[in-house]
């Protein structure tokens, strides 16, 4: 199955199959300026494929409605657990190359800029007004250049870069988190640190260091966050930093064992076998091959929701 997304962030259906897909090395389909849900059934893989020119919008809207089919997929046996993977083009995962059976595309030579054009693009972004010891020592030093020539390539060079409001209403396009209420936006472009743990043996012993260092590689571009807490540093109005914190391993499982205690007493005591008859009398819908901790989950959000 292979979906296509509209400006409105509507997804479309396309009737292309796999064949036709990968027909030319896939350049007949996967467009650059595309972004397209491609769902590989017998492996349980959804990929979102992201073409090098596409929006930074569609890119949004793609992860969300990978994750609205991952939930919708769940319900059939054949899509339980299903993975969701970004793709860029020219950046290509092995593993999509691999099972596509293509080759990936190098854009250098597309997204090569000649030689004197980019010398124009350059000199044309630099203002004259803003370097006054330019003018002072050598005023001829600067080519003077056609105004429009030059102003319309300045205009494409920044548009290229998405502003803050653009990716404000892109974040604000995406779904709000179930059962939770929106409140802040941290926009800018600031580092990631997390902890990493290096290991070294010196004459026969073994040491283990940790140190905090900024990460360079993600899995993905929209992260979710689960019994996390977050605390925001400021300074002169200016937020400083946000530090994310993950609840302790002995305080899950002491949430987890209070969601079990708010189950109804009799439905522990029943077996597999009459929580399905009871999930199927009361039209609750549970995946295939659900255990009974997960049985009794869906009976409990029923019963909740009721």
Request: aromatic share 8%; glycine share 2%.
């Amino acid at each position: 199955m292979i979906y296509g997304l509209e400006n409105t962030g509507e997804r479309v259906k396309l009737d292309i199959s796999e064949e036709e897909l990968i027909k030319n090395n896939g350049q007949s389909i996967l467009n650059p300026s595309q972004v397209l849900i491609i769902i590989k059934e017998e492996i349980r893989r959804i990929y979102i494929w992201k073409g090098y020119e596409s929006s930074v919008r569609k890119k949004f809207i793609a992860s969300r409605v990978a994750a609205e089919l991952q939930n919708e997929l769940m319900h059939q046996a054949n899509f339980h657990r299903c993975k969701i993977i970004s793709v860029d083009q020219g950046d290509e995962p092995k593993e999509f190359l691999k099972n596509f059976n293509i080759k990936s595309v190098n854009l250098e030579k597309k997204k090569k800029i000649p030689e004197k054009e980019q010398e124009d693009v350059v000199k044309s972004s630099i203002s004259i007004s803003n370097y006054p010891s330019f003018q002072q020592k050598n005023p001829h030093s600067i080519r003077k250049m056609d105004n429009n020539k030059n102003s319309n390539k300045k205009v494409k060079l920044y548009q290229s870069l998405p502003n803050e409001s653009e990716i404000l209403d892109n974040i604000l396009s995406i779904t709000s988190l179930k059962s939770y209420k929106r409140k802040h936006i941290l926009i800018g472009n600031a580092k990631l640190y997390g902890i990493t743990k290096k290991k070294s043996e010196i004459f026969g012993t073994k040491l283990e260091n940790e140190n905090w260092e900024a990460i360079i590689n993600f899995p993905k571009d929209v992260i979710e966050l689960d019994d996390y807490k977050l605390r925001i540093h400021l300074k002169d109005n200016v937020v400083n930093a946000i530090e994310i914190f993950e609840k302790l391993l002995n305080q899950k499982n002491k949430s987890q064992a209070d969601k079990e205690k708010s189950i109804p007493y009799q439905f522990k005591n029943w077996t597999v076998n009459n929580l399905r008859e009871y999930c199927k009398m009361n039209k609750i819908q549970i995946p295939s091959g659900c255990k009974k901790i997960d049985i009794l989950h869906y009976i409990e959000k029923n019963i909740n929701s009721e």
